[in-house]
């Protein structure tokens, strides 16, 4: 599944999601198993003191693209289903 950012909610002066400045782009995604409110990043690691973990992006913070069409399979099952 694939979002595209839109904005960050929470954003201020001390605290940013990582994505704050990369409004519009798109990024693959699965739900957060612990958190609903959370989608989790396949691909995009953040580093912290920690090490480097999923990233992950608010609901409310992206929207959900069909990815289908980007990628081609709605051309690819309308010639199949034509026949």
């Keep these: 599944m694939r979002v595209r950012i839109i904005g960050d909610a929470t ?14 782009e798109e990024f693959e995604v699965e739900q957060c198993p612990k958190f609903e409110k959370y989608w989790r990043t396949k691909e995009e690691v953040v580093w912290t003191n920690n090490g480097g973990h999923t990233a992950h992006i608010l609901k409310s913070d992206c929207e959900l693209i069909d990815d289908t069409l980007s990628h081609g399979t709605y051309e690819v099952t309308k010639l199949i289903s034509e026949g």
Aim: aromatic share 22%; no cysteine.
């Design 11 to 24: 954003a201020n002066d001390i605290m940013r999601w990582w994505y704050a400045e990369r409004v519009g």
